[in-house]
Nanobody
Framework: QAQLVESGGGVVQAGDSLRLSCTAS????????MAWFRQAPGKDREFVAA????????GYDDSVRGRFTISRDNSKNTVYLSMTSLEPDDTAIYYC???????????????WGQGTQVTVSP
């Protein structure tokens, strides 16, 4: 079971950018799909973006498409989420997850990080 550690969260203003990172321990990182989910207070965890073994298989939620970019560096066992034009509605705890394929539902992911807080002020 891999350990996933997110970083890069913070407090920003609307319109700013952030880049989140998630580094996985263990071997075989390149064989897994990786995803980002987020959870705002009082809401269910929701899909943000996912990437397959290569950057040829990428998906985004409609709410972030065109503003967020998911990418991975298999040599560093790391997946990134570059976020631009941030909005107050993007405020949430952001989690990375590892699974066998880039799916949109949390139940398809076996390993999760502890989360990193992103707060966007108006």
């Amino acid at each position: 079971q891999a350990q996933l550690v997110e970083s890069g969260g913070g407090v920003v203003q609307a319109g700013d950018s952030l880049r989140l990172s998630c580094t996985a321990s263990g071997r075989g990182f390149s064989r897994y799909a990786m995803a980002w989910f987020r959870q705002a207070p009082g809401k269910d965890r929701e899909f943000v973006a996912a990437i397959g073994w290569t950057e040829g298989a990428i998906g985004y939620d409609d709410s972030v498409r065109g503003r967020f970019t998911i990418s991975r560096d298999n040599s560093k066992n790391t997946v990134y989420l570059s976020m631009t034009s941030l909005e107050p509605d993007d405020t949430a705890i952001y989690y990375c997850a590892r699974g066998l394929s880039p799916r949109r539902l949390p139940r398809f992911y076996d390993d999760w990080g502890q989360g990193t807080q992103v707060t966007v002020s108006p």
